[in-house]
């Protein structure tokens, strides 16, 4: 049986948290929602460091908490790899030996992920006769993501791991997360408030508030749902899938296919035939009526208006279907009015090349 299932009610003073989740078996599902809402409690309950009564939780198949049949692993029998965003390394162990540290309750034939798989996957090669105290957060982070790794859990459980880091070492440990997301089959359960970490990393989101789940679906979809939070505000944002089809490195530009036509964007770093994955943040798309051609926006995508919503004051965010791709559109409420945009009026929506994230 494939799937994560987990269903918790639990009350810490005031709070109370109380969810009832079906998650996918594989990729990364990203917990978002504000301070406060119960990411962190729902992970320390799928952990087993708070014993949720009559709670529920497993895994692909293996149950670690059913307390209807009297079933609770307790967290040393568990496996499964903890991040927090405290990277919580030995500081009198090298990093060498904090890796090798988790092997000795791990037998051979249970090894799944290998010491020198993880330091590859995290690229701290260099790093390995190193103190703790010498490294920098971002090297500290991908350490403790690289010691849970190589105790090859089933499940990897992530609270929050880039919070604590500013936004050069953030930057600099995103691309190895969202390795481990395409070289990796364990699933990841990644708690965060950053909608640009959702973006980038997840398969499957789960909307949080009040300790209550308000949604639980693929990713694309609720980031552009107008009746949901993360559809609104200067973040929103849509993610596009794409596959790079041409280059010109003189210009650093590469040009991908996604379902709404082409895309162009600024990224040196892209392979011909490589999938990516593209966020284009509603406050760079502006909405003409006709097909602009003496322009320096070279993203023009025809696509017709699904759905509307009031956003800040004196502004709306558009909903826009380009084929099977949704996108996004924060404008003014005058803006909206003068083109006389309702539901179904066809328009076509530009974005700066520099502008759109990869």
């Known amino acids: 049986m494939t799937g994560i299932t987990a269903a918790f009610k639990h009350r810490l003073g005031d709070f109370l948290l109380d969810i009832d989740l079906q998650l996918p078996g594989r990729g990364v599902t990203a917990i978002f929602g504000p301070s406060g809402s119960g990411k962190t409690t729902a992970l320390r309950c799928m952990a087993g460091l708070e014993k949720a009564p009559g709670g529920y939780f497993s895994v692909n198949g293996q149950v ?33 030996r904090n890796l090798d540290y988790g092997l000795k309750r791990i037998a051979l034939p249970a090894r799944k992920v290998s010491v020198v798989q993880a330091i590859e996957l995290l690229g701290i090669e260099k790093l390995l006769d190193r103190m703790p105290h010498t490294l920098s957060g971002g090297e500290s982070q991908r350490v403790a993501i690289a010691r849970a790794l190589a105790t090859s859990p089933q499940i990897l459980l992530m609270d929050e791991p880039l919070a604590a880091l500013d936004a050069q070492r953030k930057a600099e440990v995103l691309p190895y997360l969202e390795q481990l997301h395409n070289a990796l089959g364990i699933p990841v359960i990644y708690i965060t408030h950053a909608p640009d970490e959702v973006a980038r990393l997840a398969d499957h989101l789960v909307l949080m508030d009040a300790g209550k789940v308000l949604a639980s679906g693929a990713t694309q979809a609720l980031m552009t749902q107008l009746d949901l939070p993360l559809a609104h505000g200067d973040a929103a944002a849509a993610v ?7 280059l010109e490195p003189q210009y650093h530009l590469s040009h991908a296919e996604f379902a709404g036509g082409q895309i162009s964007l600024l990224n040196a770093t892209l392979k011909v035939g490589q999938r990516i994955r593209v966020r284009i943040q509603a406050r760079d798309v502006s909405l003409t009526l006709a097909h602009q051609h003496d322009t320096s ?19 709306v965010m558009v909903a826009l279907r380009a084929n099977g791709a949704i996108l996004l559109a924060r404008i003014t409420q005058k803006s909206f009015d003068s083109m006389q945009l309702q539901i179904g009026s066809r328009v076509y929506a530009q974005v700066k090349s520099i502008a759109v994230l990869a």
């Not at 009297?70 to 990093?95: C, D, I, M, W």
């Open 64 to 96: 670690w908490q059913n307390d209807a049949q009297r079933v609770f692993t307790p967290v040393h029998r568990r496996s499964q790899g903890y991040v927090s965003q405290a990277s919580n390394l030995f500081v009198h162990l090298s990093v060498r």
């Open 240 to 246: 596009i899938d794409a596959v790079v089809t041409r």
């Open 297 to 315: 926006i070279l993203n023009i995508v025809a696509a017709t208006v699904c759905s509307v919503s009031a956003d800040s004051p004196g502004q």
